[in-house]
């Protein structure tokens, strides 16, 4: 089951050690607070930041900006357009 | 929060849903292949949103569903030992191998605990290290880093009562599979958004020029989605097939190379089953050499039997496309989510479980004599 919904980075803990203390993300949304694990996030967040969770892990970091960057796409797309190949791509 | 919320919202959803019936010149027939897209399409009432001529098929994206029941009856026979606790994602507790389901070896005695994360089974291999905990390593390449990274702390951490049965699977080669299949007939590819956002956009390119398959990449809110149904109407209206990303908070066109690199370090690609679709060439991945000593299927010795289905389950034919749970004879008869057959009923990401739900269609199409279960089993082909 993925989950959609990123949840704000509201801590970063450990660090230390690799191996016996490992640095992981607190992460908070609605009031639910959970440790996760960094290993394989694109990049560490920073505190503020918001990451996609899948079984325990952050696969991905991202801004407000990336998520109103991906609304704008929207709305523009929405818009009537000639069709001129004005579709969503990756960001420039 | 812009981060949620916006996406769900009418004055993003509104607009989209206008333009896509707006754009519809011709029927077209769109996959999803991702569990997670087959519950959202449902849950937020999208094919109603949609007229006719859009036929949504949900493929073989839900891992539970393509685990063949080989694996499943390995889960079980390694339940059946004494010294091993099973370590499970829920939703695999449910699905019926040839028989039994880990659930029903559970309440024989077995000891089968549910967890979250790999890391929680190797953290209750730790505190239990009289016992042999396995985590059957199910899942796509969103899940496989996890499992990876778990295995390499495992070794650093010199912990030798974790064992997986490395089952991951890939989609790329599925989906070439797919596709190639002459009888499936799907104009576009709504790619799944969190397999995408490690594998990357640009992963689907060869469907599109060798196919002439429409993809979009898409997340899971109501806006994602009808996003990318806009973004395959268009493309196939204009007869120009690309790959368009539409999750571009999350999915870049090279994907997460960090997870990319743990899967490669961990494991290495093989043929693999996949329920309903048979062997498929490379779209496995089983454990590297240094990390042998982590496979249950070898320390354990478990049985590598062929699959036996159940005999009228079609779950094969509607993890490809090609026939709707309705066309079932088992759904809504023999089969419901509260007394699964196949897999595509048990898991909650199932098609058949979705449509079961959400669709108000509590019968199949096909009224028959449905054979007792208990006894008749048959081999899968």
Known sequence: MCLAIPMQVVELQGGSDELLDPLVALVESDGVRKEVRLEMADRIPAVGEYVILHAGFAIRTLTAEDAEYNLSLMRRMAEVLESEGRLPGAPQ | MKCADEFRSREITAPLVEEIARSLVRPVRIMEVCGTHTMSIFRHGIRSLLSEGITLLSGPGCPVCVTPASHIDAFLAAADLPQVTIATFGDLIRVPGSGRS????????????????????????????????????????????????????????????????????????????????????????????????????????????????????????????????????????????????????????????????????????????????????????????????????????????????????????????????????????????????????????????????????????????????????????
């Not at chain 2, 702390?153 to 989609?171: D, E, P, S």
């Not at chain 2, 956009?201 to 149904?229: H, K």
């Not at chain 2, 007394?339 to 909650?348: A, D, E, I, T």
Request: aromatic share 6%.
């Open chain 2, 102 to 381: 880990l659930a029903g070896a559970r309440a024989c005695g077995a000891r089968v605990e549910i967890v979250y994360s790999p890391m929680d089974a190797l953290a209750l291999a730790q505190k239990e290290p009289e016992r042999t905990v396995l985590f059957p390593a199910i899942g796509f390449e969103t899940t496989v880093p996890t499992i990876a990274a778990t295995i390499l702390a495992a070794k650093r951490l010199g912990v030798t009562n974790f064992l997986i049965v490395a089952a991951g699977k890939t989609m790329p080669n599925a989906l070439e599979a797919l596709m190639a299949d002459p009888e499936l007939q799907v104009d576009g590819l709504l790619c799944p958004g969190h397999v995408s956002a490690i594998i990357g956009s640009e992963a689907y390119r060869p469907l599109a020029n060798r196919y002439g398959l429409a993809c979009a990449v898409a997340g899971f809110e109501p806006a994602d989605i009808l996003a990318g149904l806009l973004s395959l109407i268009r493309q196939i209206n204009e007869r120009r097939p690309d790959v368009e990303n539409c999750y571009t908070r999350v999915v870049s066109a090279e994907g997460n190379v960090r997870a990319q690199q743990l899967i490669a370090d961990v494991f290495e690609p093989a043929d693999s089953e996949w329920r309903g679709l048979g062997v498929i060439p490379g779209s496995g991945l089983v454990l590297r050499n240094p990390y042998r000593s982590f496979d249950a299927t070898k320390q354990l010795a478990l049985p590598e039997r062929p699959s036996r289905e159940p005999k009228g389950c079609r779950c094969g034919e509607i993890l490809k496309g090609r026939l709707l749970p309705p066309d079932c004879p088992l759904y809504g008869t023999a089969c419901t989510p509260l007394q699964p057959v196949g897999p595509c009923m048990v898991s909650n990401e199932g098609t058949c479980a979705a449509y079961y739900r959400y669709s108000g269609r509590k019968t199949g199409t096909i009224h028959h004599e449905v054979p007792s279960l208990s006894a008749a089993t048959t081999e899968s082909s």
